[in-house]
């Protein structure tokens, strides 16, 4: 096991899912430590206003 505090982490991932709110991966690393990465669904929403035609009569 390495222990160097100076140590430049080489993260494999060995699973990874989708979940309600993004995707989460679990990786580790060839010193033993292990993560868990995730990334977050951003949802925007956003309303448009919707306007229709001006319908002008015909004198």
Do not use: K
Request: proline letters at 5%.
């Amino acid at each position: 096991m390495i222990t160097n505090a100076s140590h430049l982490h080489h993260w494999t991932t060995v699973s990874q899912h989708r979940t309600s709110e993004g995707a989460v991966a679990y990786e580790r690393c060839d010193c033993g430590r292990w993560r868990v990465r995730r990334e977050l669904t951003v949802v925007i929403e956003r309303s448009i206003p919707v306007t229709t035609p001006d319908r002008r009569r015909n004198p």
